[in-house]
């Protein structure tokens, strides 16, 4: 079992609603990244927190996703209004420091319909 | 940016085989990470590699960091039908001050019993 932890783990939403995705990182880790991933690929970095700050999220398409780690533990991800294209697994990761292997939840299925 | 070539794409093999399986960049990697991915989770950390020429070992698991910090291969012996799942690896380069993880395509291996 992941020790990164993540909620939902499926969620299934129409298009043009709002849909929050959860995760606790590994107790101590300062560094959270959230990944998407479409099957068959790699994962992509959404954003990556230092602590409470964003320290990347160039790859978030910001007029419909956002996310926050308020007190610099778990964190929130966020759609809103989700499209159909959004339809990918969505993982969390944290690691103890920049540079440091990254320990990945299970994901949140994401399907839009 | 960087990008990391995982060769080969898929590998169909008979329980009891030793696999090989690589990934090769243009660029300078200062950390290579490998995963496996299971259906529905979230990819698990096998091996951490930090210096050129290492050699670690997991179990029935052994990766190599490339002397010229471009290459890394991973070696799978006596493959068990729990090994099936997808590959990946993945590094940190230079270029960033925070560490933004490259990830690989994936191998896709599938063992006959």
């Known amino acids: 079992e992941a020790e990164v932890a993540q909620s939902p783990r499926y969620k299934i939403t129409e298009k043009s609603q709002a849909v929050a995705f959860w995760c606790d990182p590994i107790s101590g880790h300062a560094t959270l990244y959230w990944y998407r991933q479409i099957l068959g690929q790699g994962p992509e970095l959404l954003v990556q927190?230092?602590?409470?700050?964003?320290?990347?999220d160039s790859q978030l398409p910001k007029d419909r996703f956002s996310a926050e780690r308020l007190k610099g533990v778990d964190s929130t991800l966020k759609i809103q209004p989700a499209e159909l294209g959004d339809s990918a697994m969505y993982l969390c990761?944290?690691?103890?420091?920049?540079?440091?292997?990254?320990?990945f939840g299970d994901g949140t299925r994401l399907s839009i319909l | 940016g960087q990008q990391l070539n995982q060769s080969p794409q898929s590998m169909f093999i008979q329980e009891g085989e030793d696999v090989s399986m690589n990934c090769t960049s243009s660029?300078?990697?200062?950390?290579w990470l490998w995963y496996k991915q299971d259906p529905g989770e979230g990819p698990v950390l096998l091996i951490a590699?930090?210096?050129?020429?290492e050699l670690t070992s997991n179990g029935r698991l052994t990766a190599q960091f490339g002397i010229t910090r471009k290459d890394s291969f991973l070696n799978i012996s006596a493959s068990i039908p729990s090994d099936v799942g997808i590959y990946f690896c993945?590094?940190?380069?230079?270029?960033?001050?925070?560490?933004?993880?490259?990830f690989g395509q994936g191998t896709i291996l599938t063992v006959h019993p």
């Open positions: 993945a590094g940190y380069a230079g270029g960033t001050s925070y560490g933004k993880l490259t």
């Open positions: 990761a944290s690691s103890s420091g920049f540079f440091r292997p990254q320990h």
């Open positions: 927190f230092q602590d409470e700050s964003v320290v990347d």
């Open positions: 660029s300078i990697f200062n950390t």
């Open positions: 590699l930090y210096k050129a020429g």
